[in-house]
C-alpha cells in the first residue's frame, strides 16, 4: 500500500514531521555556513528561511489538505533560493 507520511502518522503528525523536517535541515545548514565563517550567507539563508516558516504557519498548517499546493507555490521559491545561496557559500568558501 501507500506509505506517505498522512498515511503513516496521520494528517496532524505529518504535516509536524513536514514543516520540522524543512526548517531544522536549513536552519542547521545556516548554522553550519555561520560556523565555517560564511555569516552572510548564513544570514541570506536565515531570510530565505523566514517566509517560509510564516507560510507554514499562515497556510499549511491550519489546513495542509487544502493549503498544500498554495503553499508549495508559495514557499518552494524560498527554498530553492535558499539551496542556491548554501551552494554559492561552498563555492566561496575555501576548504
Known sequence: GLM???????????????VGTIDFTQLGVAGYLAAIGETNYALTLLGLILPQIYLQFTTFLK????????????????????ILTTALACGHHTW
Open 4 to 18: 506517505s507520511l498522512p498515511v503513516q502518522f496521520g494528517v496532524d503528525k505529518a504535516k509536524w514531521i513536514c
Open 63 to 82: 489546513d495542509p489538505i487544502e493549503n498544500d499546493v498554495k503553499y508549495q507555490g508559495a514557499a518552494q521559491p524560498f527554498l530553492v533560493l535558499g
